[in-house]
């Protein structure tokens, strides 16, 4: 398996660009998520899905759009970028057995707006 | 409201001293419990995790944490500190179905 693969690593773009970050699981995994990691901010939540068709708003949502239409793939869509929105952007996925879940992260995509 | 508080940003220790990482929360219910490093560059790697049960859980690498409900504690712990350590070391609580709260990560820094 390959786990959570995030494509690109690294994206430079101008302000009022837009972009879609691709994330991709193989473990057959309902839940996925996205998270932006800011210095001295830890991890924050930006969209999840529990399942094809079904995404749902987090802790920092604007500015961003997801479609989740196959269990497999969630991307990232950033409307028109802003310096704001430089970050690290983690994609995660998890399961849910015997009522535990355990998250697993891919290795992120470095994002600078200018 | 539900929160998880790493209250050192920074941990410098020597090599082979023992290290202890702090995390607190706050969480209505029984929480699931995770710790996770993430080396310069890399995505987040689970160290170990807690659902329930035996209160001190092992993880990969030589750590261990242990819960302790009364004090809202899940504090990371390793005998001997090697120097591939040196890593960003985050908390982070299940905070109801496919949701999770993350501290704000504790940097360690290892001397030789």
């Known amino acids: 398996n390959a786990g959570v693969t995030q494509t690109p690593k690294f994206q430079v773009l101008k302000t009022g660009q837009s972009m879609t970050l691709q994330c991709a699981q193989d473990?057959?995994?309902?839940?996925m998520s996205w998270y932006r990691q800011d210095p001295g901010m830890g991890l924050r939540l930006i969209h999840y899905?529990?399942?094809?068709?079904?995404?749902d708003q987090g802790e920092v949502p604007n500015g961003y759009n997801v479609s989740r239409s196959t269990t497999e793939d969630f991307p990232l869509r950033l409307l028109s970028a802003a310096p704001s929105q430089t970050s690290v952007y983690f994609c995660?996925?998890?399961?849910?057995?015997?009522?535990?879940?355990?998250?697993?992260f891919g290795p992120g995509t470095r994002l600078l707006v200018l | 409201a539900q929160s998880v508080t790493q209250p050192d940003i920074h941990i410098t220790v020597s090599e082979g001293a023992s290290l202890e990482l702090r995390c607190n929360y706050s969480?209505?219910?029984?929480?699931?419990l995770f710790w996770y490093v993430q080396s310069p560059g890399q995505g987040l790697q689970l160290l170990l995790k807690?659902?329930?049960?035996?209160?001190l859980v092992q993880g990969i690498k030589g750590f261990e944490a242990e819960f302790k409900r009364s004090q809202s504690s899940f504090n990371l712990r390793k005998p001997s500190v090697h120097w591939s350590d040196a890593a960003e070391y985050f908390c982070?609580?299940?905070?109801?179905?496919?949701?999770?709260?993350f501290g704000t990560g504790t940097r360690l820094k290892v001397l030789a």
């Open positions: 899905s529990v399942g094809a068709g079904i995404t």
């Open positions: 995660a996925s998890s399961y849910r057995g015997d009522g535990k879940e355990t998250q697993y």
């Open positions: 982070a609580v299940g905070a109801g179905t496919y949701k999770y709260i």
């Open positions: 969480y209505g219910a029984t929480p699931y």
């Open positions: 473990m057959n995994h309902e839940y």
């Open positions: 807690y659902f329930s049960g035996d209160t």
